[in-house]
């Protein structure tokens, strides 16, 4: 199990269901963690479960995500805040909602990335998980937006990782399988998506929230001391095929 000792660990996405089960692992394993999203009574609900310290602010503003993150001097970081957009083909895509899916799960990432490394940089180690999706590393019906900003959060955690390597700071990725959450069921729930995606995976199950939080505690602790620059496909064997 890994131990934080009192380590700052900065969980985004928190008030949602993977984010959510990361700030419980993450106090379970005696970090010290900053629980942030845009829902204030979910992240104080969470808070008063946790003990973790609730921080609201917009990931689509650069001015929030740098006011908000000043001083917080984090040794670690989840990039979890996610939108899903839309299930469209090319053709039917919802520009609008396009710009808005990449300004929150890649532009967003960035920005929490870019205003809380200087503080890692200054201690000389530091480590960062983006979660991303099985959809960077396969071609899915309907997610031409989702799927591209999860290619583009791909590529920022291998760029951080060769820039911040030298300021012993690790950053590395998680690219889940389906969780049944709220923000997935409306499609994933469908028995006619379901069932056939389900046949094709190894595993035959769609992942809980815990599962995801595990490997996202791991690659934060220094159990994974030599760990940078990986997307780790947490999907059952989905994208093995």
């Known amino acids: ?15 949602g269901g993977i984010g959510s089960a990361t700030v419980r692992r993450l106090v379970a394993d005696g970090a010290d963690v900053v629980a942030a999203g845009q829902s204030v009574d979910a992240l104080d609900k969470l808070a008063d479960e946790t003990g973790a310290t609730p921080l609201a602010f917009d990931l689509t503003s ?16 989840v990039n979890c805040a996610g939108f899903g957009g839309e299930i469209a083909t090319p053709q039917d895509t919802d ?4 710009d808005k899916v990449i300004a929150i799960n890649a532009r967003g990432a960035l920005l929490v990335i870019k205003y809380t490394v200087p503080a890692m940089i200054a201690a000389g180690t530091g480590a960062i998980v983006n979660v991303s999706s099985q959809a960077s590393l396969v071609a899915l019906t309907g997610h031409i937006s989702y799927g591209s900003s999860k290619a583009a959060l791909d590529n920022i955690t291998r760029v951080s990782a060769l820039e911040l390597g030298r300021h012993g700071i690790r950053v590395n ?7 049944m959450t709220e923000m997935s069921a409306f499609y994933w729930g469908r028995p006619e998506i379901e069932e056939p995606f389900l046949a094709q995976m190894p595993l035959g199950r769609w992942a809980t929230e815990d599962e ?4 996202i505690a791991f690659l934060l602790s220094d159990d994974a001391s030599m760990v940078t620059g990986v997307s780790l496909p947490v999907d059952g064997g989905y994208t093995s095929r």
């Open 212 to 215: 995801i939080a595990a490997p």
């Open 95 to 98: 520009i609008s909602i396009f």
């Open 173 to 179: 990725g998680v690219n889940p399988t389906v969780v």
């Open 1 to 15: 199990m890994a131990k934080f000792d009192g380590r700052k660990i900065l969980v985004t996405g928190a008030s």
């Open 62 to 77: 650069e001015d929030s995500v740098r006011d908000a993150v000043a001083g917080l001097e984090l040794y670690g970081v």
